[in-house]
């Protein structure tokens, strides 16, 4: 009983596996850290029965059954970050900015070590100093240790073909001492060579290289390019670099999580693994899938060269997408157990990825209904509201013209034949066929419910002002001419009444309409409107700013910034110039004035002392003159005694 006790508490230790990540904050990494650790060691052995296959496939659902099991033996994951980022919510430990010294500790402490350099090259070197690292330290293991280097197919990208006169055999396994790297995946190749190498005849270090095809699913990965620019629906078609017809080899993100688990599961003796779905799709089978779903439904041809000119794309996503290869991964497909969420490849599963896809973006559309009579400004309001919210524009009057041009289309080379035979009345029944399709899909979409539904309104004298003082460049080719505008207004109001309105299809589904009377508003540019619809609909729930867009936002911020300085420079030095010119005015006026006051007081002190001087000037002045001559004759000792004593003797009163 005891011995059984042991067994089952060694058998739970073992059960229980670290396993490191790195650059945990990537698209790639993250999603398998993500899986992983929702997964219980050791799960992958267990046969997947019928029941669990006709399950729901989704990722979501999996991680849902094993929640309640997540604190008894699933995977413990940790790994690096990149600087700034946040530290996501499964990883147990995180390691941002270390010395290599303080990381080797870390992977030490792990039982399985997956470097990822699928996205970033720069972590090549990284993952060669890791697995020499530890290869090192082999002999201080105190158990088995496996290396898993997640690698891209495009170390296969110039393989030649296993058979000159069919191209169309799949490169397996089996074959990966005949791949050829594509030239800008040299250090990927040779990473993968070192990492097997160190693998070899070494029981306590077990290595894995895994050659992952093009990743999709959750954020979208390389795909989210394609993705964004058909939700944003901001070009008529979706561009397709090159002829489209490159075979590109892709896997969904999780099945190759699944894979990586099996690997640790089952330690399987082939170390050199291909890790790709079923599929067989092109460049162009892709992106005519993202089309269709997503947004215009069209796709354009463009030179490769152009896929340069794209600043969201890189050059290892450049190289993926035109890569043409044929793979399979057929020792994944025969021996491992794998819950596929795509197992048939991208366009049979695009609507659960485009659903995993808006999830993990947070891309929730909104759907606004702008209803009212002619000019009162729905057009020129929902064009803001597009721009700002990033919807797509749709138009009543252009699907009805494409609806037509797209029967005519159809139904027109009919008649315009004069003989027909058998097959062509069957031609013609499929597109009578064609015909009802289409209708039914446009009434479909007609009937899909608004979120928000905006009741515009004006009085009909606001209406006729609006239009009377709109511009000829505007009116013209419009229906804003007086006969047709005024026909126009006068149908709006006989078929909305108060009792049959389409304001009550609404309130009956509970999208009760936001009335708003423009006329009321006195604003010109609807500005208040638009206003009070983005306070009522609330934050744009959609992508948020490219880098493009956030270099020009904080280009933008920063000129506006630099402008108010320098006008605030600008106002600083006026001021300061004007109190200087300001003070010199007042020193000036006030210099001015003190010689006013010099001037008024020298010529009061001469008028006051014209009486004094005169006296002096004829009763003493000359007296005085002459003892100071006859004192300066004389130069007798005592000079003022001399001067009183003539002063006395000649003073002219007394002679």
């Not at 992983?36 to 991680?63: P, R, Y």
């Not at 999830?359 to 929730?364: A, K, N, P, Y």
């Not at 899909?448 to 905006?454: D, M, S, Y």
């Not at 309105?501 to 009956?508: A, I, R």
């Amino acid at each position: 009983m005891a011995e059984e006790e042991v067994a089952a508490r060694t058998e739970k230790v073992i059960r229980i596996q670290r396993v490191f990540i790195n650059l945990l904050d990537s698209y790639s990494s993250g999603n398998i850290g993500k899986f992983l650790s929702n997964c219980v060691v050791g799960a992958s052995l267990e046969e997947i029965t019928e029941e669990e296959e006709e399950e729901d496939e989704s990722k979501s659902a999996v991680l849902d059954t094993s929640s309640s099991r997540l604190k008894e033996g699933t995977f413990q994951i940790v790994g690096t970050l990149s600087p700034g980022k946040p530290e996501p919510a499964f990883a147990l430990e995180t390691y941002s900015d270390i010395s290599r010294e303080e990381l080797l500790i870390r992977l030490l402490e792990c039982d399985v070590i997956i470097y990822n350099i699928t996205e970033n090259p720069k972590q090549v070197e990284e993952a060669l100093w890791a697995v020499s690292a530890l290869n090192e330290e082999v002999n201080h293991f105190e158990k088995r240790k496996l290396f898993i280097l997640v690698s891209t197919v495009m170390t296969w990208a110039r393989s030649k073909p296993l058979d000159p006169d069919d191209s169309d055999i799949p490169f397996t396994e089996e074959d990966y001492r005949r791949r050829k790297h594509h030239p800008n995946f040299l250090d990927h190749i040779n990473a993968e060579k070192m990492v097997l190498k160190f693998g070899k005849n070494i029981k306590k270090f077990v290595t894995y290289v895994v050659a992952a095809g093009l990743q999709y699913g959750a954020e979208g990965g390389i795909l989210h390019f394609f993705f964004k620019l058909a939700w944003l629906g901001e070009v008529p078609a979706l561009p397709v670099f090159g002829d489209g017809s490159n075979v590109i080899p892709a896997i969904h993100v999780l099945d190759l999580a699944g894979v990586i688990q099996n690997i640790i599961d089952h330690v399987p003796k082939v170390h050199y693994l291909v890790a790709v779905d079923e599929s067989v799709q092109t460049l162009e089978d892709l992106v005519k899938c993202i089309s269709k779903h997503t947004g215009p439904g069209k796709i354009q041809k463009v030179l490769k060269e152009n896929a340069f000119l794209t600043k969201e794309l890189t050059q290892n996503s450049i190289d993926h997408l035109l890569v043409n290869l044929r793979m399979e991964a057929l020792f994944v497909k025969e021996n491992f157990n794998i819950r596929w969420v795509s197992q048939s490849g991208f366009a049979e599963n695009i609507n659960g990825i485009l659903k995993e896809y808006k999830q993990s973006r947070r891309l929730l559309p909104i759907k606004i209904c702008i209803l009212g009579p002619p000019a009162v400004g729905k057009s020129s309001i929902a064009e803001v509201l597009t721009k700002y919210y990033k919807l797509h524009h749709i138009k009543l009057k252009d699907v009805i013209s494409e609806a037509i041009a797209k029967l005519e289309a159809i139904v027109a080379p009919k008649y315009a034949r004069e003989e027909e035979d058998e097959g062509e009345d069957e031609e013609e029944e499929d597109s009578v066929e064609e015909a009802q399709e289409l209708l039914d899909g446009i009434k479909e979409s007609m009937e899909q419910n608004a979120e928000f539904v905006c009741a515009l309104d004006a009085s009909d004298e606001f209406l006729k002002f609006r239009v009377m003082n709109l511009p000829e460049s505007v009116v013209a080719g419009t229906h804003y001419s007086q006969d047709q505008f005024l026909r126009a207004l006068s149908n709006y109001r006989d078929i909305n009444t108060e009792d049959e309105t389409v304001f009550n299809y609404f309130d009956e589904l509970e999208i009760h309409p936001l009335h708003i009377d423009v006329g009321k508003l006195e604003d010109a540019q609807n500005r208040l409107a638009i206003k009070q619809l983005i306070k009522e609909i609330g934050e744009p729930r959609n992508y948020g700013l490219s880098e493009e867009e956030k270099a020009e936002e904080e280009r933008r911020v920063a000129e506006e910034r630099m402008a108010r300085e320098a006008t605030e420079e600008a106002n600083r030095e006026h001021k300061e110039a004007m109190e200087t010119a300001e003070k010199i005015a007042r020193w000036e006026e006030w210099n001015k004035r003190l010689e006013e006051v010099k001037r008024e007081e020298t010529e009061f002190l001469e008028a006051q002392s014209a009486p004094l001087r005169n006296y002096l000037m004829t009763y003493v002045m000359p007296t005085l003159m002459q003892g100071l001559n006859e004192c300066c004759k004389i130069r007798p000792e005592d000079p003022v005694d001399f001067l009183a004593e003539y002063l006395f003797k000649n003073n002219p009163a007394t002679q």
